[in-house]
């Protein structure tokens, strides 16, 4: 069984959502990033950085433990663990890898900060119209359903954000509600992980 070790934002919701579609034997254990939780010795043994999201697979490569850390990355690693949501051919997987480190690189980080920095609003727009015009053709970023939607969809699960109304770009908004309707991605989004449970 997977320990992944995370807390309710939206990177630590992400590696939820592929072990829920992978069926992935996991058990949550919350690290209260407020807290001073994910500073201890014992944390940063797993993640260098005072990170989360980051996971412990008994079962690693070579049958030996193996401890990752970055969401997308555990994603990855998720998808060769078990052969799913990698994308087909080679061509189909570097196109998902394409889109990961899209999402991972540009979304991901332009929007977190976006409350903060309203001056990021135009790049958001601008990442917004990317996505909205690949997603006018396509129901997925990458062919079928993938990592490639996974990581993107727990920023967009509940969109917040004052400056933008989501419903501007349509193609964006149907691609978002086909995905929550799936039921890894509506458990990952409302699982409840709480301080009172954080590790020590």
């Known amino acids: 069984m997977i320990d992944l070790y995370t807390w309710g934002t939206t990177n630590g919701r992400r590696p939820?959502?592929?072990?829920?579609?992978?069926?992935?034997?996991?058990?949550?254990?919350?690290?209260?990033?407020?807290?001073?939780?994910?500073?201890?010795?014992?944390?940063?043994?797993?993640?260098?950085?005072?990170?989360?999201?980051?996971?412990?697979?008994?079962?690693?490569p070579g049958h030996e433990p193996f401890q990752i850390n970055e969401s997308a990355a555990m994603l990855m690693y998720l998808g060769e663990k078990t052969g799913q949501f990698l994308g087909g051919d080679a061509r189909n997987r570097w196109e998902v890898t394409r889109w990961?480190?899209?999402?991972?690189?540009?979304?991901?980080?332009?929007?977190?900060?976006?409350?903060?920095?309203?001056?990021?609003?135009?790049?958001?727009?601008?990442?917004?119209?990317?996505?909205?015009?690949?997603?006018?053709?396509?129901?997925?970023?990458a062919g079928d359903y993938s990592i490639a939607d996974m990581v993107p969809i727990s920023r967009f699960a509940a969109f917040k954000f004052d400056a933008i109304d989501l419903n501007e770009y349509p193609h964006v908004v149907r691609w978002r509600d086909r995905?929550?309707?799936?039921?890894?991605?509506?458990?990952?989004?409302?699982v409840p992980i709480k301080p009172a449970q954080a590790a020590q």
């Open 16 to 60: 939820i959502i592929m072990l829920e579609e992978t069926g992935t034997p996991y058990r949550i254990i919350p690290v209260d990033i407020h807290d001073g939780s994910s500073r201890t010795p014992e944390f940063l043994k797993i993640s260098p950085a005072g990170k989360i999201p980051c996971m412990v697979d008994p079962h690693g």
């Open 100 to 141: 990961v480190f899209f999402h991972a690189t540009n979304v991901a980080i332009t929007f977190s900060a976006l409350n903060r920095a309203p001056v990021l609003e135009s790049r958001c727009r601008d990442l917004l119209d990317a996505m909205n015009n690949h997603l006018v053709d396509n129901e997925y970023f």
């Open 179 to 190: 995905l929550i309707a799936r039921p890894a991605i509506r458990h990952a989004m409302e």
